[in-house]
Nanobody, 119 residues
Framework: QVQLVESGGGLVQPGGSLRLSCAASGGIFSIATMDWYRQAPGKERELVATVTSGSRTNYADSVQGRFTISRDNAKNTVYLQMNSLKPEDTAVYYC?????????????WGQGTQVTVSS
């Protein structure tokens, strides 16, 4: 069974930085694609950043150039470095682990960590 535990959220002023972490258990981290999503109040959950098992990355236009996703397979952990934070980045941030199986794709979600950008 895969479990994901996010950490690193908090309150930060506009222009500040935070680094989120998502630690995975279960033994399949190195072959999985990892995503960071966020959901603001009253809005749909949106994909923020992705890193594949081969460390290819992709970002939402809204965070391109400000956020960096990375992974450490030795620690079974994915990170989201968030710089130049804006009030509109306020949301609950979730990590997702996904990998292919014969029947399709299997996915797991973390419990989320709150990020609040406010002065």
């Amino acid at each position: 069974q895969v479990q994901l535990v996010e950490s690193g959220g908090g309150l930060v002023q506009p222009g500040g930085s935070l680094r989120l972490s998502c630690a995975a258990s279960g033994g399949i981290f190195s072959i999985a694609t990892m995503d960071w999503y966020r959901q603001a109040p009253g809005k749909e959950r949106e994909l923020v950043a992705t890193v594949t098992s081969g460390s290819r990355t992709n970002y939402a236009d809204s965070v391109q150039g400000r956020f960096t996703i990375s992974r450490d397979n030795a620690k079974n952990t994915v990170y989201l470095q968030m710089n130049s934070l804006k009030p509109e980045d306020t949301a609950v941030y979730y990590c997702r682990l996904r990998f292919g199986v014969i029947s399709g794709v299997r996915e797991y979600w973390g419990q989320g960590t709150q990020v609040t950008v406010s002065s």
